[in-house]
């Protein structure tokens, strides 16, 4: 994501209270903000660790570390708490419903509708938002709020500090002008995502993960079951949050029947609507915007096809009859108005459930594909073998189920998908397992078919696989497209209770390295982690950050006691300003002990890979081996890039040294980071201003 600011650390000092005037006039920002950017400029900031904000001078909680960027910084805006929009804010008004949800100024529909669809369950919603928060009780101008990231909730706290224009809010609100929660859940998530900046368009499905737990599959309508309503009735009493989209023309403009093109609504229910005469399957769809209904039949303000429901069972449908963005249609207008449905499994292991939903058992499986080990790619290559294999059981036969079949859920995902930058394509194959050992050895796979696999290798952060198989065993192959790529990865495993899927020890590959200590080769040329915090405290400054001079002197260090002695003679401040800024969220060029450790997990990444790549270990890559080390990082380029790598970052022997790989992984990692940060629909094409533009390459 673009995290863009008007200030940055490095020069002749921080400027003092008064030179706020030099960055921002009173048109940007409000009286609060403007103590917040003056105590920015000062360096008043708050040590790394625990916290990530302090007390203002009005003695309530400022967020430091939230990421400002110029949709944030237009003409007109000003940050202000709640308490100085209305007289008495409230965190929730009457409960938090699918309702209270207004789209400001940012192409957001996409998390909006999530949002909406976690608002029909109260327990998910308690998960993101701990009860207990108010504006009045033990209120000090902070919020928190959890969010679900690789298997773990994290927490997220933030301030109460809202963009406004006109003393209104400029993103997203309730229609009650006195209740924030949706606001302030809006604004956690884009500190989790990196600023508002980075919620302007999106996937719902990923949202709904982050806000749940569970896993998204995105379906074409079209390809549904011809028994849609009994197909949604078995998803939505699995527990599943529904979005749905058309997709086929101009952003956000409606068609004659009043749907919007390229615009995320959640799918809230499916009933089977008893009429005079006979009934009638009809879908409930909510537009996030609370505006802007379908105008077709059984529309809520024009539908004559009402007029055959007795009151009674209108009541009993929640229907109101005004234009609050929430709207019933037939489901065979919806086949025809929408295309594609993103679809939220939901597991047990989230709060409990009213006795009509049966959630799926999740199993989670940590793993990791390490080049030369466990990364062994696709099918294609003899060295599939490689990637870890889990075994698979399944016993417990779908209930109702003529076929006796046992249903399922797979989903892999990358870890640290976009904070790395990188696009590996990924996929899933099931084998059946051998009948006398635990794992399939290439001799068994060239012999065998897969019984079910992703259709293809897909770079999005989680692939999906939903299906059905006769009881027992099997073995799951999670995969890269190509390999030796190195990479982190989650495996949940969605079955009925009773089903199981556990790791599967297999023996090492004969042919590549098999000592332990040789799996990760910068254990000889970095130091350790406990080492790396004492080498960071001993070189940042004193308020816990470290600056690119400090890094400098850090790496100096580090690289002089390493098998890579003498390479620091490469090392340049360019390249440690470059580092710095890969990994900066505030637009300040430092890090804290957080950021710094990122860096450090994706210098350890790098490292093993040029030690790999280095064959003849001459602390350099020659020009030919950059381009498999460079896919070995993800990174795929072409030969007019790789012409460009020759003259910009070889050495004049035509070799890379490795300070000069970290500079390349880095500089490639953060722009191909960025232009997805833009192109969020992955059509290999974005539009900048100018603007936009010298935001993104002069802070790079």
Known sequence: MIKSSSVSS??????????????????????????????LLSGDMPPEGGDVGTVGR???????????????????????????????????VKGATRLDIRQGKLNDCWLLSAIASLAMHSSLLIKVMPPGQSFQDGYNGSFTFRFWQYGLWEEVRIDDLLPTRDNKLLFLSSP???????????????????????????????????????????????SLP???PTFLRYLLSKGALINCFNCQGPLEKRNELGIMYRHAYSLTAVEKVKMTHGTKDLVRILNPWGKTEWLGAWSDVTGPEWEKVSAKEQKRLQRVRREDGEFWMSVSDFRQQFELMEVCHLTSSLPKWGSSVLPWSCIMLH?????SITAGGSPLGASFWWNPQFHFDLSEVDGGND??????????MQKHHRRRGIDMAIALHIYPVHPTKPYLSLEDLKALRPVLCTPHYSSRREVVLRGSLPPGSYIIIPSTIEPNQQGAFLLRVLTEQGNAATPVQKPA?????????????????????????????????????????????????????????????????????????????????QLNWHEFHSLWEKIKRWTDIFLVFDKNKTRRLEYQEVTPALKAAGITVDDLVMQLVGLRYTEPDMTISYPGFLYLVMKLES???????????????????YRQWLHMTMYN
């Not at 793993?367 to 080049?371: F, H, I, L, S």
């Not at 076929?403 to 892999?412: D, E, M, N, R, Y």
């Open 58 to 92: 009005d003695g309530l909680f400022v967020d430091y570390h939230f990421p400002l960027g110029e949709l944030e910084m237009h003409s007109g805006v000003q940050w202000k708490r709640p308490k100085e929009l209305c007289s008495s804010p409230q965190f929730i």
């Open 403 to 412: 076929k006796k079949t046992c249903s399922f859920v797979l989903a892999l």
């Open 367 to 371: 793993g990791n594909w390490v080049p």
């Open 509 to 589: 590959p004969q042919d590549v390295l098999l000592k332990a200590e040789l799996s990760y080769p910068h254990e000889a040329a970095l130091p350790s982690p406990r080492s790396t915090r004492r080498l960071f405290d001993r070189h940042c400054n004193k308020k816990g950050f470290c600056k690119p001079a400090h890094l400098h002197s850090l790496l100096t260090e580090v690289i002089q006691g390493g098998v890579l002695a003498g390479s620091e003679k490469n090392l340049a401040l360019e390249h440690c300003k470059s580092l710095v800024v890969l990994m900066d969220t505030q637009g300040i060029a």
């Open 671 to 689: 722009m191909i980071h960025k232009f997805q940060a833009y192109d969020v629909a992955g059509m290999e094409t974005i539009t900048v201003s």
């Open 176 to 222: 009650d002008k006195q209740e924030f929660w949706s606001s302030l859940l809006e604004k956690a998530y884009a500190k989790l995502k990196g600023g508002y900046r980075s919620l302007d368009m999106g996937f719902p499905h990923e949202a709904m993960v982050d806000m749940t737990g569970g896993v998204a599959e995105v379906l074409k309508i079209a």
């Open 226 to 228: 011809r028994d849609l």
């Open 10 to 39: 490095e020069g002749a000092g921080p400027p003092l209270e008064d030179d706020v005037d030099s960055v921002c006039s009173d048109e940007l920002l409000g009286s609060q903000s403007r103590r917040w950017l003056a105590d």
